[in-house]
């Protein structure tokens, strides 16, 4: 079955830090995958996708490229800000004729960026 | 607009007790999703509705669970005969059609504990 593997957290960085957030999968087929976020309080946003392979995702200054090769899709932002303090998912989706668009998340990174 | 929303947000009850948990999609989104995020983890995938009808509920953990959309709208979790194992987060979520392109949108929750 699908499953993704996000690299174990917490995460603690200083304002102005380079992030990393390593996010691995395992899928049949060719799966899309996904970057959620979850701020304080707030429900799961989607904070990019990517559909096939070598395709770059990017929002908000975060990117992730999607590596067939390697099935990985690491999360990147070059300058991190306090606001980014959050729990970030790693996700994918199969396609199937029964499932929709169902999603498969890896355990979530807590991400923590002080001032 | 509005959003996904979910009543209750927060839900305290006895083991072996009945819950249920309204889901609100965005108005016109066929597809609904109903995922559980125990602590610490990712949101697991429950059951899909297209419509009315639960296209792929192999989610589920155990016939003390099911759901209903009988309006193609709204949507209700059932939970027959609480656990305590059936403590974490209920989150809904809606997308206009089931395609891999089409975001999901998440509502803010439904906290369940059952004492």
């Known amino acids: 079955g699908n499953s993704v593997t996000q690299m174990e957290g917490p995460v603690t960085l200083s304002e102005e830090a380079f992030l990393t957030i390593n996010c691995t999968y395992t899928?049949?087929?060719?799966?899309?995958l996904f970057w959620y976020v979850q701020y304080p309080g707030e429900g799961l946003q989607l904070l990019l996708k990517?559909?096939?392979?070598?395709d770059k995702g990017s929002n908000k200054g975060f990117e992730a490229t999607y590596r067939k090769e390697t099935t990985s899709f690491h999360l990147e932002k070059g300058s991190v800000q306090v606001s980014d303090s959050a729990v970030y998912f790693c996700?994918?989706?199969?396609?199937?004729?029964?499932?929709?668009?169902?999603?498969?998340f890896g355990e979530g990174t807590q991400l923590t960026v002080n001032p | 607009g509005a959003g996904v929303s979910q009543t209750p947000s927060n839900k305290v009850t006895e083991k072996g007790k009945y819950v249920e948990l309204r889901c609100d999609p965005i108005s016109g989104h066929t597809a609904l999703y109903w995922y559980r995020q125990s602590l610490g983890q990712g949101p697991e995938f429950l059951i899909y509705?297209?419509?009315?009808?639960?296209?792929?509920d192999s989610g589920l953990p155990n016939d003390r669970f099911f759901a209903v959309r009988p309006e193609g709208s709204v949507s209700t979790l059932k939970i027959q005969r609480t656990e305590r194992g059936d403590s974490a987060v209920y989150l809904c979520a809606s997308s206009l059609y089931p395609y891999i392109l089409d975001e999901q949108f998440f509502g803010p929750g439904t906290r369940l504990t059952v004492l």
């Open positions: 996700a994918l989706s199969g396609v199937g004729e029964t499932s929709g668009s169902r999603l498969t």
């Open positions: 990517a559909t096939k392979a070598d």
């Open positions: 509705f297209q419509g009315t009808g639960a296209a792929d």
């Open positions: 899928a049949t087929g060719y799966p899309s």
